[in-house]
């Protein structure tokens, strides 16, 4: 069965680069979610979308942003990069509606080193 | 706001039962979930119960659920070295399509 796609699995950048993160849902899945979890701590939600529009914001900085596009893929930006920005960044994809519990659907993550 | 809270640390012997806890803010959470996170790996799903159920067996692990108390558990019966790993607990809030919130995480280590 097809999974959640991330792209790249890893990535080094230094401080100051900008990065953008790929992550591409399930099929029929309209609603994409990017968390954070940096080393040794629980995954942080950053941000959602629900049919290529902002659906709720956590604690994702300035210097970050992203978006939906209309196939339902999301690209993390993250400009500014700072030696805390290295984490691993999951997303996870689901079907707003009619789905089941199951279905947040994570992602292997992009593990971002930022030296 | 919401806040999951899990035990740190648990540590059991190959063979013996694992019982993880978690308690949780939100009682109109309608999903609670279970996930496992080996190290440099993603995030596995275990297992989830539906906020109407007591409890969910599924092979080696049992969930409960009371939501009087807001608090869930995971029981892995039969531990095994291969179960050493951090497992998260997770709500889903009622409002669809709020994302998950995760407990801080349990790391469970298994001593043969």
């Known amino acids: 069965a097809a999974g959640v796609i991330q792209s790249p699995r890893h990535l080094i950048k230094e401080k100051r680069e900008t990065a953008t993160l790929k992550c591409y849902p399930i099929?029929?899945?309209?609603?994409v979610y990017w968390y954070q979890q940096g080393p040794g701590q629980d995954p942080q939600f950053l941000i959602s979308f629900y049919e290529k529009m902002q659906s709720d914001k956590g604690s994702i900085p300035d210097r970050f942003s992203a978006q939906q596009f209309s196939d339902y893929h999301s690209e993390l930006n993250m400009s500014s990069l700072e030696l805390g920005d290295s984490a691993l960044y999951f997303c996870?994809?689901?079907?707003?509606?009619?789905?089941?519990?199951?279905?947040?659907?994570f992602g292997s993550g992009t593990r971002l080193t930022v030296v | 706001g919401e806040d999951v809270e899990q035990s740190l640390f648990l540590s059991v012997r190959e063979g013996d039962s694992s019982v993880i806890n978690c308690t949780y803010t939100?009682?109109?959470?309608?999903?609670l979930y279970w996930y496992k996170q080996e190290p440099g790996a993603g995030l596995q799903l275990l297992t989830y119960?539906?906020?109407?159920?007591d409890m969910k067996q599924d092979q080696r692990l049992t969930v409960l659920l009371n939501k009087k108390d807001k608090h869930l558990s995971l029981r892995i019966a039969d531990t095994q070295t291969g179960d050493s790993a951090i497992y998260f607990c997770a709500e889903s809030p009622h409002q669809a399509g709020t994302a998950l919130i995760f407990g801080k995480g349990t790391t469970l280590s298994v001593s043969s």
């Open positions: 099929p029929r899945h309209d609603t």
């Open positions: 939100d009682s109109s959470s309608t999903y």
């Open positions: 119960i539906f906020s109407n159920m």
């Open positions: 996870a994809s689901k079907m707003q509606w009619g789905g089941t519990g199951r279905g947040y659907t």
